[in-house]
């Protein structure tokens, strides 16, 4: 079954403006990790949180994490049209030899 | 070069083949992995290997097979295939250890009629 539940589904906003999707999960954690897919090709790793980080931050990526909620926000800033793709965040624990378990992924349309 | 190449891009077949999807990777990692990605629902892990001598099912492993010729290749089969096994299928590597990011090759669009 899947650990991760991203929010929203889709999402469509203007060149320049925020893009912000959340991503919750079940179970304990190890690591969260942020994954983009542009269309017709595979996920690409963004950024990865730890569980005893709160907040992380790459070039125009920002990430937060509560583990008390068991959950995460995945920011970009000032958006391009680059950035229309589906984000997917993955979690990962010890038990579970580390193997990634997937969120069903944000659209994310920016348009010109 | 890509780092993980999947073949065929596409594949279009009938119901009741055996199907071999390939994958092979240059990153020198020793974990592999295929999943299967069908919309609303994310990735869905199928198989995985840690290295040449070891294979593990995933969640959805029914209806498929591995195999892991080296540390570079591992192949998906579906002996008989159905039609809802029609999805996209990727393949992924990663180094060993926690915390260690996954590389995905572009997928193979397989529909199965």
């Known amino acids: 079954s899947q650990q991760g539940e991203e929010d929203p589904q889709a999402l469509s906003i203007q060149e320049g403006e925020n893009a912000t999707m959340n991503c919750s999960y079940k179970?304990?954690?190890?690591?969260l990790q942020w994954y983009r897919q542009n269309s017709g090709r595979g996920l690409v790793h963004l950024i990865l949180?730890?569980?005893?980080?709160r907040e992380k931050h790459s070039g125009r990526l920002r990430v937060t994490l509560d583990t008390s909620k068991k959950s995460s926000s995945l920011l970009i800033t000032a958006s391009r049209a680059a950035d229309t793709a589906s984000y997917f965040c993955?979690?990962?624990?010890?038990?579970?030899?580390?193997?990634?378990?997937f969120g069903a992924g944000t659209t994310v349309t920016v348009r010109a | 070069d890509a780092d993980v190449t999947q073949t065929p891009r596409n594949r279009i077949t009938k119901t009741g083949k055996r199907i071999m999807l390939e994958c092979s990777q240059t990153?020198?990692?020793?974990?592999m992995y295929w999943y299967r990605q069908d919309p609303g629902l994310g990735l869905r892990l199928i198989y995985y290997?840690?290295?040449?001598?070891?294979?593990n099912k995933g969640e959805i492993s029914d209806g498929y097979s591995v195999s892991r010729q080296a540390q570079a290749k591992f192949s998906l089969s579906l002996e008989s295939a159905i039609p809802n096994q029609t999805a996209l299928y990727f393949c992924?590597?990663?180094?060993?250890?926690?915390?260690?990011?996954?590389?995905f090759g572009d997928g193979t669009r397989l529909s199965i009629l």
């Open positions: 992924a590597t990663s180094d060993y250890g926690e915390g260690q990011p996954q590389h």
């Open positions: 179970t304990s954690i190890n690591n």
């Open positions: 290997s840690f290295d040449v001598k070891d294979i």
């Open positions: 949180i730890r569980s005893n980080e």
């Open positions: 990153k020198g990692h020793d974990r």
């Open positions: 993955a979690t990962a624990f010890y038990s579970n030899d580390y193997k990634l378990s």
